[in-house]
């Protein structure tokens, strides 16, 4: 099995398109099993040359709550009264341990994404 490392953009876009070639192979055979390498080639190449940056914590909450079709209402068991919510929403007040912690627990939001300093200009 001829395989390299990932090293140029060249090397990366030709490992795509040996993936797509790849994609209907069966799991246990060479072809499987060579798909697999490289997509775990492909996955370290992407991290290192492409990182995908966290969201605003307010967009993250902001995207769930569209995802979910939840409302403010529904925010409140985590971050506390209506009006609260909203000061959260419109960036006029940060998000506390608690609610991070409330938001993480309650919606799944990661807790990364959520005690990352909030950008004002994301609302």
């Excluded at 991070?100 to 994404?113: C, D, R, Y």
């Amino acid at each position: 099995m001829d395989i390299k490392p990932i090293k140029t953009p060249e090397d990366y876009r030709a490992t795509l398109r040996e993936i797509e070639s790849l994609m209907g192979a069966e799991a246990d055979s060479p072809e499987g099993e060579r798909l697999d390498i490289l997509v775990t080639l492909v996955e370290a190449y992407e991290r290192q040359h492409f990182p995908l940056d966290l969201p605003d914590p307010v967009a993250a909450i902001k995207l769930v709550m569209e995802q979910r079709g939840l409302t403010v209402k529904d925010l409140e068991p985590m971050i506390g009264h209506s009006n609260r919510v909203y000061e959260i929403l419109n960036h006029k007040r940060p998000l506390t341990l608690k609610m991070i912690w409330n938001l993480h627990q309650g919606l799944g939001i990661p807790a990364e994404s959520l005690i990352r300093p909030g950008n004002p200009k994301a609302a």
